[in-house]
């Protein structure tokens, strides 16, 4: 069977319980000032008052940035009518609510481009 390392983010760390009563975690009563490991994701935040951490709190992992592709935006009348037009992406979804007068929809447009 092949071991499994902990990640940054699941790696136990050392905890001390500070402050007055108990704390009862996984099944256990930490009592004030005892030292317990735990993972960083199993002391929720609201606790993270009473119990602090004795070795320092990995920073978690970077996020990449997402790609975005090309987006092309069009202007297409609605109807048989040239004073009416709806803004439609390159998969055909019109993303104006109520039909646009040409010059707002161009302005639409051009604002979703960035």
């Known amino acids: 069977m092949e071991r499994k ?8 760390i050392r905890w001390k319980k500070i402050g007055g009563g108990g704390f ?17 994701s199993e002391i929720p935040k609201g606790f993270r008052d009473i119990c602090i951490p ?7 992992a970077e996020i990449p940035p ?5 987006s092309s935006y069009t202007v297409q009348p609605r109807g048989d009518g040239k004073i009416w037009f709806d803004v439609v992406d390159r998969n055909g979804k019109v993303l ?13 447009a051009k604002d979703l481009a960035g």
């Open 5 to 12: 390392r902990f990640s940054s983010e699941e790696a136990p």
């Open 24 to 40: 009862l975690f996984k099944g256990h009563l930490i009592k004030p000032g005892q030292v317990f490991t735990a993972k960083v």
């Open 54 to 60: 004795l070795d320092e709190i990995p920073a978690p």
């Open 66 to 70: 997402i790609e975005v592709g090309n």
């Open 96 to 108: 104006n609510e109520k039909a646009l007068r040409k010059e707002a929809a161009e302005q639409f």
